[in-house]
């Protein structure tokens, strides 16, 4: 149980393209939903924070006309990264909390490489 | 300051040789800690999660404890699949953390050698 899928696993476009990477949890609802950025050899850095209805938490430094997060039912939510440069490239990870407490487990998904030529 | 400190850095063992991995936090009020391994590549993949001191977990070779300051991650004779990143997570509660966000250490790189 507590399974999280993202699409795509990898992704490959030019720059100024927009890319749409979606994660789903698959048997669990999720009121919250997590994404992250990770580069390599550094632990995660947390980008956003996404509940179900209503409008993502940003962290600080975190462009959100850059990184659209729409959440948009109880298993999806989507990461928009916008206008894509080559310092967009990264590994995203989002993560979906499975219960409705601050403290219940987060389970993460499988992780997108974008790259940005 | 709310912080999460996990040592070593990097670990090398023999198969068969076990040890432990520390993370040490700082936090307001602990509201969960959990344990994660990621593999080059992929996602973190969950372990454990604990929520008060003298807790303890246990999975195959993995056992997970808990005091006030600090959780181990002991690895009893470990296996050449064992070799990931391990990562420590807290939610310290409260204040920017009622959203559940969490507090990561930088993990602790394990490798083990046949």
Same mark, same amino acid.
């Not at chain 1, 209503?54 to 928009?80: P, R």
């Not at chain 2, 080059?40 to 808990?66: H, I, M, N, Q, V």
């Not at chain 2, 050449?80 to 507090?103: M, N, R």
């Given at each position: 149980?507590?399974? *999280?899928?993202?699409?795509?696993?990898?992704?490959?476009?030019?720059?100024?393209?927009? *890319?749409?990477?979606? +994660?789903?949890?698959?048997?669990?609802?999720?009121?919250?939903?997590?994404?992250?950025? %990770?580069?390599? $050899? %550094?632990?995660?850095?947390?980008?956003?924070?996404?509940?179900? /209805?209503?409008?993502?938490?940003?962290? %600080?430094? *975190?462009? $959100?006309? $850059?990184?659209?997060?729409?959440?948009?039912?109880?298993?999806?939510?989507?990461?928009?990264?916008?206008?894509?440069?080559?310092?967009?490239?990264?590994?995203?990870? +989002?993560?979906? $909390?499975? /219960?409705?407490?601050?403290?219940?487990? %987060?389970?993460? /998904?499988?992780?997108?490489?974008?790259?940005?030529? | 300051?709310?912080?999460? &400190?996990?040592?070593?850095?990097?670990?090398? =063992?023999? #198969?068969?040789?076990?040890?432990?991995?520390?993370?040490?936090? &700082?936090?307001? @009020?602990?509201?969960?800690?959990?344990?994660?391994?990621?593999?080059?590549?992929? @996602?973190? #993949?969950? =372990?454990?999660?604990?929520?008060?001191?003298?807790?303890?977990?246990?999975?195959?070779? =993995?056992?997970? &404890?808990? &005091?006030?300051?600090?959780?181990? =991650?002991?690895?009893?004779?470990?296996?050449?699949?064992?070799?990931?990143?391990?990562?420590?997570?807290?939610?310290?509660?409260? @204040?920017?953390?009622? @959203?559940?966000?969490?507090?990561?250490?930088?993990?602790?790189?394990?490798?083990?050698?046949?």
């Amino acid at each position: 149980g507590a399974v *999280v899928s993202q699409h795509p696993s990898w992704v490959i476009c030019k720059s100024g393209t927009s *890319v749409k990477i979606e +994660c789903r949890s698959l048997d669990f609802q999720a009121t919250t939903m997590f994404w992250y950025r %990770q580069f390599p $050899k %550094q632990s995660l850095m947390l980008m956003a924070t996404s509940n179900e /209805g209503s409008k993502a938490t940003y962290e %600080q430094g *975190v462009e $959100k006309d $850059k990184f659209l997060i729409n959440h948009a039912s109880l298993t999806l939510s989507t990461l928009t990264v916008t206008s894509a440069h080559p310092e967009d490239s990264s590994f995203y990870i +989002c993560s979906a $909390k499975a /219960g409705p407490y601050p403290g219940d487990t %987060q389970y993460f /998904g499988p992780g997108t490489r974008l790259t940005v030529l | 300051e709310d912080q999460v &400190t996990q040592s070593p850095e990097a670990l090398r =063992l023999q #198969e068969g040789e076990s040890s432990s991995l520390n993370c040490s936090y &700082t936090v307001s @009020g602990l509201r969960g800690l959990f344990w994660y391994r990621q593999d080059p590549g992929k @996602g973190p #993949e969950f =372990l454990f999660t604990l929520y008060s001191a003298g807790e303890e977990k246990e999975k195959e070779r =993995l056992k997970a &404890t808990l &005091t006030k300051k600090e959780s181990f =991650l002991h690895i009893t004779a470990p296996k050449p699949e064992d070799s990931a990143t391990y990562l420590c997570a807290v939610h310290p509660g409260g @204040g920017v953390y009622q @959203g559940g966000k969490l507090i990561f250490g930088q993990g602790t790189e394990l490798s083990v050698k046949p």
